[in-house]
């Protein structure tokens, strides 16, 4: 198809979403900001008593102030929601304390199927809220529950509402159902989250949704460029007076024992071994945190998703270990995936753990600054010494989420003839959620310099530089960023997929929502592309990806269509599969096709199709993703995903495989057990995670583990790498 008949169609698409929203009546008029709505937390009396068992019977229930009036986010942006929510809060000197109850006229019909702690609740109704203890409008903590009691939490880590989901707050809540719909109590200690003492009040959102309608409510920030993680259009919690993080330090020892053995590395005997170690937190003040962990483990952290790797450079994985996650937001640099600081680069080697002799963190605010400060020290593993890991990040803040802030990090290899390598850089980021006529404006500059990496082929610097702007609206958002990474830039303690080029990336999307319609929700159109070119502004790669057409269901259906247009010259030979080289100083350009289709992820089955199809370097290539979910009864989740490769190429043919089954049974929100069984024909590794998890009071925990890898690369026979079963207990102690 030629370029003239695509625009044709992509601009009779735009014109139909475009009659079609003009055709709608016209949503309530929206203010420039959402109002900003206050609570009043309410003390609790001495000789008063709060059961934490979901039923809100209490008498200081029915008097304390309500948080209500919920507004629509979707379908109806800015309309009341269909369904009364209501928020008490008390609290005394050690805990907060929340009374919620989600009315429903329908009750029967409430959603709750997962029931293990921090898994999607995608297919659920649910309740979220978020608190922002610094009252800065910066970050904060998320927490969610759902009809079944399953318990989610994060940290807010970014003035765009990002989250990181992996963190572990200790809190409780008790959920009931009734004719009326779901009601809750929710308990969080003062110990759990940092807060600056001399706000008396706190920074909060809530936020309901009603799955069987997809009906998304807020108590504040329902504008599609605001949302409940954005805490500068957060509501207030006011009247938290007196209260304490008490002595302000907790204890976590934990004892491990495991047995394993890897015929794959010549050991066949098995091997049992028990070991221990603690956590230590401590208070310095109620916004001020230091850490203190001895004989680290992570047994217990689940195990990455696998991907398969076609392009040129190295994929990102998150980080899970809950001693790395805990304040990882104070460590944040711009350059997002590119950033000087990453954590999965101390401990792990090659993918595998390393051991932690030590670790001391230091988190927090002090005064208008947010500080990290990160030592860690890792033992000699596998003919692999052992190294120091420094990292140091500080950010003052200015205006209502802008800062200027600093950032240093050290890797010493402890080793004779080998070097300590540095990193230093500086950034400023300019950001206000009242631009202009309720828009949004992420705007910022950075700069870094490392030691120059020896190793390095092009000798053009050991700096990167970059810049951003991102304005948004209640419907668009533009953005555009551009970065410099020189040839000798080697952030030791970070991730560098690419050095020695300069990228630019603009964007434009508009995403129209129907009011009223009977069937559909709203459309997207989106145009995204990425431009490098070498230091000498030569062209090296040019991608540009455009979502002609996606549109979006009231029932939970998306179907989208993308197209792209790729352009590459190879700096380097480049092995795409094994004994398969494209060769130096070529250039391609081919143009692909891509579509997708998500059902609605509230029904017992659901089904997410990807395929796309064109061409591929200089040959062909066809991509098919499945995905199907089972959900039948609440605690039990399946699924199974399927991803193909098809390339034909001019240097040969070849294909890659990858299979996923993950299987998890809840028995209840504090009993789980999980499976992830995991293959792809590019490693041919098979790989099984058995996780049982026993959370017998938050804080307080029992795992159980197994895991066991297989290879099929000898006559298509599966062969035992390796495998390991680990019983761990981890015990809080809170003063």
């Known amino acids: 198809m030629t370029a003239r008949p695509l625009i044709t169609l992509w601009a009779s698409l735009v014109l139909l979403a475009a009659s079609l929203v003009s055709a709608q009546p016209a949503p309530p008029a929206l203010p420039a900001d959402s109002p900003r709505p206050r609570v009043e937390a309410v003390r609790i009396p001495d000789e008063a008593r709060i059961v934490i068992d979901g039923v809100l019977n ?18 109806t942006n800015g309309a009341p ?53 610094y009252l800065d409008g910066r970050s904060g903590y998320f927490f969610e529950i759902n009809p079944s009691g399953a318990m989610g939490d994060g940290l807010i880590t970014d003035v765009n509402g990002g989250v990181n989901k992996s963190w572990d707050g200790i809190w409780i809540a008790r959920v009931r159902k009734t004719d009326d719909g779901w009601m809750a109590e929710i308990e969080i200690p003062f110990r759990t989250i940092n807060f600056n003492p001399a706000n008396e009040a706190w920074g909060a959102n809530f936020q309901r949704t009603v799955r069987r309608i997809n009906e998304e409510s807020y108590w504040t920030g329902w504008r599609r460029n605001e949302g409940l993680n954005r805490m500068a259009n957060a509501g207030r919690i006011v009247g938290l007076r007196d209260i304490s993080q008490g002595v302000g330090l907790d204890i976590r020892p934990y004892a491990l024992a495991a047995a394993g053995s890897a015929p794959g590395r010549n050991q066949s005997s098995y091997l049992g071994e028990g070991t221990g170690g603690a956590d230590l937190f401590y208070n310095l003040t109620p916004a001020l945190k230091v850490n203190f962990t001895v004989n680290t483990d992570f047994a217990e952290t689940e195990v990455d998703q696998r991907q398969v790797n076609l392009t040129r450079f190295p994929l990102f994985f998150e980080e899970r270990r809950q001693f790395f996650l805990d304040g990882l937001n104070f460590f944040a640099f711009p350059p997002g995936n590119a950033s000087p600081f990453f954590s999965r680069r101390i401990g792990l080697n090659s993918g595998q753990p390393q051991r932690i002799l030590y670790g001391a963190r230091m988190t927090g ?120 990474f020189q040839g000798e830039y080697d952030a030791a303690v970070g991730f560098t997929p690419r050095r020695d080029f300069r990228q630019y990336n603009p964007r434009l999307s508009w995403d129209p929502r129907l009011n009223r319609h009977p069937v559909i929700r709203g459309f997207g159109f989106d145009i995204n592309s990425t431009i490098a070119t070498s230091l000498t502004n030569d062209l090296i790669n040019r991608l540009i990806f455009v979502t002609p057409f996606s549109i979006e269901f009231h029932k939970g259906d998306r179907f989208e269509v993308q197209w792209f247009q790729q352009a590459e010259r190879l ?48 040959g062909t290539r066809k991509e098919l993703n499945l995905q199907m979910t089972f959900r039948p009864r609440p605690g039990l989740f399946a699924q199974l995903s399927y991803e193909l490769n ?87 102690l809170r003063f």
Not at 596 to 610: F, Q, S
Not at 669 to 680: E, T
């Open 81 to 133: 929601a269909t369904q009364r929510t209501e928020v008490r809060i008390v609290f005394d000197s050690d805990r907060l304390i929340m009374g919620v109850a989600c009315f429903d006229s329908e009750p029967h019909l409430l959603l709750g199927n997962q029931m293990q702690r921090d898994q999607p609740f995608a297919g659920d109704d649910r309740f979220m809220w978020s608190l922002d203890p």
């Open 58 to 75: 209490e008498a200081l229930w029915k008097t304390a102030p309500v948080a209500a009036d919920f507004l629509q986010r979707d379908p």
């Open 365 to 484: 605010q002090v005064g208008s600054s947010d500080v990290g400060l990160l030592q860690v020290s890792t033992g000699a593993d596998d003919g692999r010494s052992g190294e120091d890991f420094t990292v140091a990040r500080v950010r003052h803040r200015f205006g209502r989420q802008s800062h200027v802030g600093y950032v240093f990090t050290r890797r010493d290899p402890r080793a004779d003839g080998t070097d300590v390598r540095y990193t230093g850089g500086v950034d400023l980021t300019y950001a206000t959620p009242s631009f202009v006529k309720g828009t949004r404006l992420d705007s910022g500059f950075f700069a870094l310099v490392t030691t120059p990496d020896p190793a390095a082929t092009a000798r053009t610097g050991s700096a990167a530089y970059g810049w951003r702007f991102d304005l948004s609206g209640n419907t668009w958002q533009t953005s555009i960023f551009g970065r410099e």
């Open 571 to 618: 700096e380097v030979d480049f092995e795409i599969s094994k004994g398969l080289v494209l060769p130096k100083g070529s250039a391609y350009d081919w143009t692909r096709w891509q579509f997708i289709y998500t059902g609605a992820t509230n029904r017992k089955v659901a089904a997410r199709v990807e395929t796309s199809f064109g061409d591929f370097w200089d």
């Open 646 to 732: 098809d390339v034909s190429l001019a240097q040969g043919d070849f294909a890659t495989k990858l299979y996923r089954a993950d299987v998890r049974s809840q028995f209840s929100p504090w009993v789980s057990l999980a499976n992830n069984i995991q293959y792809d024909t590019v490693s041919q590794l098979l790989g099984w995670q058995m996780r049982f998890r026993w959370i017998v009071r938050p804080g307080n925990d029992f795992f159980l583990v197994y895991t066991h890898n297989w290879s099929d690369s000898l006559e298509n026979r599966f062969r035992s790498i390796d495998n390991r079963a680990v019983t761990k207990a981890v015990y809080t």
